[in-house]
Nanobody, 118 residues
Framework: QVQLVESGGGLVQAGGSLRLSCAASGSIFRPNVMGWYRQAPGKQRELVAAITSRGSTNYADSVKGQFTISRDNAKNTVYLQMNSLKPEDTAVYYC????????????WGQGTQVTVSS
């Protein structure tokens, strides 16, 4: 069984930074992709950024140049460095892990709240 534990959310003023972490445990094999999604009140969950076990990254257009995703494969941990935060970045951020050749095994973290005050 795979578990994802997120940390690093909180309240920050606009222009500030936060770093989210997500540690995965359990039966994790490659290939896999780890990512961050977010869901703001009244909106659908959306992809923020993802990184494969080989290191390829993908970002939502809205966060390019502002957020950076990275991972430590030895620790099965993914990070999201968020800079120049804006009030519209306020959301619950969810860690996601997909495993398998077709990423058929799909796991989610419990979510961490990020609130950016103006």
């Amino acid at each position: 069984q795979v578990q994802l534990v997120e940390s690093g959310g909180g309240l920050v003023q606009a222009g500030g930074s936060l770093r989210l972490s997500c540690a995965a445990s359990g039966s994790i094999f490659r290939p896999n992709v780890m990512g961050w999604y977010r869901q703001a009140p009244g909106k659908q969950r959306e992809l923020v950024a993802a990184i494969t076990s080989r290191g390829s990254t993908n970002y939502a257009d809205s966060v390019k140049g502002q957020f950076t995703i990275s991972r430590d494969n030895a620790k099965n941990t993914v990070y999201l460095q968020m800079n120049s935060l804006k009030p519209e970045d306020t959301a619950v951020y969810y860690c996601n892990l997909r495993i398998g050749a077709r990423y058929e095994y799909d796991y989610w973290g419990q979510g961490t709240q990020v609130t950016v005050s103006s």
